[in-house]
């Protein structure tokens, strides 16, 4: 039985984690939050990949670069709903809103178009299928830790062509990849559940170097992983929600309404 039970995703542990103070405010209080084109940017780039390995690798890059241009309107559009507000949208560096537009949608362009040339339908990492005839791309996963849940969705399972070993791999447009092993290894977990093989490494395929960056994922045992949502668990439940201001505040989506930005 999973009704009535509380569900937590591998994002909302690395928000809290980053700082508790803004999981409160942005899941509590539900604060208007700041917007910020890279949001869209990555979400495009998604969906736009997603395409691609739906099609085994044989389309051309036309049909996913639509889908990216399609994605990015549709979210654009969403988003300025969402906040109207341009003073409330953040860029990097000293750019305008504009010209971050510009620049954003050309890179998410070229980030499909690299990805899809790294990625030929031949290649040694190629989607696994965990149902035959299906590429495993957007696998969900619900992880039973008995007074909670973890959901979420893997971006893609990976089978290495040499090995026959399968690993989650997440897509990243950002500037960073993450530090903590919270989703990897999460996802590490969920694999295991599904397929019942061991998953020994995970990987981030980094669009803005073109790399496919591995995370040896032996550590994140089940018990390792349910302890980190347990602890959130717990600290949830007992209103505990400290700040962590600091370099998180630069991006936080909710640092106009805090009283301890930095
Ligand atoms: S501005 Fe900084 S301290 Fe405040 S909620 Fe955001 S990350 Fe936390």
Same mark, same amino acid.
């Not at 890179?107 to 965990?130: S, T, W």
């Not at 971006?155 to 530090?179: A, N, R």
């Not at 201001?245 to 936080?252: I, L, N, Q, V």
């Given at each position: 039985?999973? &009704? *009535?039970?509380?569900?937590?995703?591998?994002?909302?542990?690395?928000?809290?984690?980053?700082?508790?103070?803004?999981?409160?405010?942005?899941?509590?209080?539900?604060?208007?939050?700041?917007?910020?084109?890279?949001?869209?940017?990555?979400?495009?780039?998604?969906?736009?990949? #997603?395409?691609?390995?739906?099609?085994?690798?044989?389309?051309?890059?036309?049909?996913?670069?639509?889908?990216?241009?399609?994605?990015?309107?549709?979210?654009?559009?969403?988003?300025?709903? #969402?906040?109207?507000?341009?003073?409330?949208?953040?860029?990097?560096?000293?750019?305008?809103?504009?010209?971050?537009?510009?620049?954003?949608?050309?890179?998410?362009?070229?980030?499909?178009?690299?990805?899809?040339?790294?990625?030929?339908?031949?290649?040694?990492?190629?989607?696994?299928?965990?149902?035959?005839?299906?590429?495993?791309?957007?696998?969900?996963?619900?992880?039973?830790?008995?007074?909670?849940? +973890?959901?979420?969705?893997? %971006?893609?399972?990976?089978?290495?062509? &040499?090995? *026959?070993?399968?690993?989650? &791999?997440?897509?990243?447009?950002?500037?960073?990849?993450?530090?903590?092993?919270?989703?990897?290894?999460?996802?590490?977990?969920?694999?295991?559940?599904?397929?019942?093989?061991?998953?020994?490494?995970?990987?981030?395929?980094? +669009?803005?170097?073109?790399?496919?960056?591995?995370?040896?994922?032996?550590?994140?045992?089940?018990?390792?992983?349910?302890?980190?949502?347990?602890?959130?668990?717990?600290?949830?439940?007992?209103?505990?929600?400290?700040?962590?201001? *600091? %370099?998180? +505040?630069?991006?936080?989506?909710?640092?106009?309404?805090?009283?301890?930005?930095?």
């Amino acid at each position: 039985m999973t &009704e *009535g039970k509380r569900r937590y995703s591998p994002s909302r542990l690395q928000t809290y984690t980053t700082c508790g103070h803004a999981y409160y405010l942005e899941k509590f209080v539900r604060e208007p939050q700041r917007q910020a084109v890279w949001f869209i940017q990555g979400t495009a780039v998604h969906s736009a990949i #997603e395409a691609y390995e739906r099609s085994f690798r044989m389309s051309a890059p036309e049909m996913p670069l639509e889908v990216f241009e399609a994605t990015w309107h549709l979210e654009m559009e969403k988003a300025y709903k #969402e906040q109207p507000d341009e003073s409330m949208w953040m860029v990097g560096g000293r750019r305008k809103l504009s010209t971050d537009r510009e620049k954003r949608f050309e890179m998410g362009r070229n980030q499909v178009l690299d990805y899809i040339g790294y990625h030929a339908p031949d290649g040694r990492m190629r989607p696994a299928e965990i149902v035959p005839g299906e590429p495993a791309v957007e696998v969900g996963f619900e992880l039973d830790f008995g007074e909670f849940l +973890c959901i979420g969705y893997i %971006d893609m399972v990976v089978e290495d062509q &040499e090995t *026959g070993l399968w690993f989650p &791999e997440d897509w990243k447009t950002g500037s960073k990849l993450p530090v903590d092993p919270f989703q990897i290894g999460t996802y590490g977990i969920a694999l295991k559940e599904l397929t019942g093989q061991e998953v020994p490494w995970g990987g981030y395929w980094d +669009c803005r170097n073109n790399e496919l960056v591995t995370k040896d994922l032996t550590p994140y045992t089940k018990d390792v992983v349910g302890n980190w949502y347990r602890q959130f668990h717990e600290g949830i439940k007992a209103g505990v929600f400290l700040p962590n201001p *600091g %370099d998180a +505040c630069f991006t936080c989506t909710v640092k106009p309404t805090c009283v301890y930005a930095a």
